[in-house]
């Protein structure tokens, strides 16, 4: 589990950060909480977890263009850094996962046409 390299209050991330950086991790609720009980003793742990998986959950109700306009920032970043580091693998990857995003994106934009011929 990714900490600071101190153990300070002052250093640390706001807690729910912490928890959102550890649940895409993919840590287990288990080690979660047990992370909160050693950095973060006083944060109520079924709260902050309910306030993370909501905010998670409000994100897939994000409009269709917003998700898609953030998978295509984060790509490119990705992309960028991989042509950094000289991953030519992962670079090839990124601009695949673009060309997939493009062509969801073109089917929406058709379901959406297809809908506004039918009104």
């Given at each position: 589990?990714?900490?600071?390299?101190?153990?300070?209050?002052?250093?640390?991330p706001?807690?729910?950060?912490?928890?959102?950086?550890?649940?895409?991790?993919?840590?287990?609720?288990?080690?979660?909480?047990?992370?909160?009980?050693?950095?973060?003793?006083?944060?109520?742990?079924?709260?902050?977890?309910?306030?993370?998986?909501?905010?998670?959950?409000?994100?897939?109700r994000?409009?269709?263009?917003?998700?898609?306009?953030?998978?295509?920032?984060?790509?490119?970043?990705?992309?960028?850094r991989?042509?950094?580091?000289?991953?030519?693998?992962?670079?090839?990857?990124?601009?695949?996962?673009?060309?997939?995003?493009?062509?969801?994106?073109?089917?929406?934009?058709?379901?959406?046409?297809?809908?506004?011929?039918?009104?």
């Amino acid at each position: 589990m990714s900490k600071n390299s101190t153990n300070s209050v002052s250093d640390q991330p706001p807690v729910e950060t912490a928890v959102e950086r550890w649940l895409l991790e993919s840590q287990s609720v288990s080690e979660i909480r047990q992370a909160l009980a050693q950095l973060y003793p006083t944060a109520d742990a079924n709260k902050v977890l309910k306030s993370v998986t909501t905010n998670f959950a409000k994100l897939s109700r994000a409009p269709f263009e917003a998700l898609l306009g953030w998978c295509l920032s984060s790509t490119r970043d990705i992309h960028r850094r991989a042509i950094e580091t000289g991953d030519y693998a992962l670079a090839l990857s990124a601009v695949k996962q673009v060309c997939a995003l493009a062509k969801e994106a073109a089917r929406n934009s058709q379901k959406q046409q297809d809908t506004i011929d039918l009104d």
